[in-house]
């Protein structure tokens, strides 16, 4: 089945420190990712669509600067948090789906707890 | 994108069914019904998926009526490792979709 893979999956940095999550489709090639953060008790939230080759879509209310996603090969999409403060703290989780393949389900990575001190 | 209304909670005994109703009144015609468990610090899990009618796989049974204007996520004898949040989630054609706020099960002894 396809597999999406997260890394790290835990991560505690200074304050100023710029953090990078890889989200990695193990078996199938995904020319989308989606970005989400979730907060605890809370459901998960669209950050952005990573599009592999072009700029990356961001929500409303999702600042591009702070959260720059890279999305470099059918394969790999990787979020950097830039100078991260403790309000950046949260659960960050991708997602892909098989694009070669209509109407499949998106797989999600196991997330990135992210803790700013 | 259709918007999904889930009860937010709901309880139940090992070796009990559970039946979890998703509403998506705004569904479109190639839209189509994704179900997602959540354990806590995890990613969702894949469930089942529809577009109508029922499906069943060895987890899940999900059943969409003609309208589709809902979705029901039949769980067959749970057990204490199914307690998590469920999520119903509406897929367009572009492979867009929006979180609800889940449906927290607790299964107890």
Excluded at chain 1, 72 to 89: F, G, I, K, R
Excluded at chain 2, 12 to 28: D, K, L, P
Aim: charged share 15%; hydrophobic share 35%; proline share 4%.
């Amino acid at each position: 089945g396809a597999v999406v893979s997260q890394h790290p999956s835990w991560v505690i940095c200074k304050s100023g420190t710029s953090v990078k999550i890889e989200c990695r489709s193990l078996d199938f090639q995904a020319t989308t990712m989606f970005w989400y953060r979730q907060f605890p008790k809370q459901s998960l939230m669209l950050m952005a669509t990573s599009n592999e080759g072009s700029k990356a879509t961001y929500e409303q209310g999702v600042e591009k600067d702070k959260f720059l996603i890279n999305h470099a090969s059918l394969t790999l999409s990787t979020l950097t948090v830039t100078s991260a403060h403790p309000e950046d703290s949260s659960f960050y989780i991708c997602s892909a789906r098989d694009q070669g393949l209509s109407n499949q389900p998106q797989h999600f990575g196991d997330g990135t707890r992210l803790s700013i001190l | 994108l259709a918007k999904t209304t889930q009860p937010i909670s709901m309880d139940s005994y090992e070796g009990q069914e559970v039946n979890i109703t998703c509403s998506h009144n705004n569904i479109a015609t190639n839209d189509y019904i994704t179900w997602y468990q959540q354990f806590p610090s995890q990613g969702p899990r894949f469930i089942i998926q529809g577009y109508k009618t029922k499906v069943t796989n060895e987890v899940a049974s999900l059943f969409i009526p003609a309208d589709r204007k809902s979705s029901t996520l039949s769980l067959p004898r749970v057990s204490l490792s199914d307690t998590a949040v469920y999520y119903c989630l509406v897929t367009d054609s572009w492979g867009k979709f929006q979180f609800g706020a889940g449906t927290q099960v607790v299964v107890t002894p």
